[in-house]
């Protein structure tokens, strides 16, 4: 199994910028790839950014240009660099990750709050 600690959220104004963190620990070999998933009030959680063991990025349209994910393997890390924010992007974050192809693991979440 996998534990997913997140850590970076807060309240920013439109226009700044966060950087949240995930650090993964547990069976971590097993992992297939990492990502961040959101969740605003009265909405579907949905996929913002994922990467894999080898380094394939893949995002959200809506953030597409002003989100980064990276990952540092070496501290079983993931990081998502948010940039341009707006008010729409306030959600919770969860930090998100595949293992042995079809098991997901999710962390506890993190508050991201963009006032106008």
């Known amino acids: 199994q996998v534990q997913l600690v997140e850590s970076g959220g807060g309240l920013v104004q439109a226009g700044g910028s966060l950087r949240l963190s995930c650090a993964a620990s547990g069976s971590i070999f097993s992992i297939d790839a990492m990502g961040w998933y959101r969740q605003a009030p009265g909405k579907q959680r949905e996929l913002v950014a994922t990467?894999?063991?080898?380094?394939?990025?893949n995002y959200a349209d809506s953030v597409k240009g002003r989100f980064t994910i990276s990952r540092d393997n070496a501290k079983n890390t993931v990081y998502l660099q948010m940039n341009s924010l707006k008010p729409e992007d306030t959600a919770v974050y969860y930090c998100h990750c595949r293992a042995l192809r079809i098991v997901t693991y999710w962390g506890q979440g993190t508050q991201v709050t963009v006032s106008s």
């Open positions: 990467i894999t063991t080898g380094g394939s990025t």
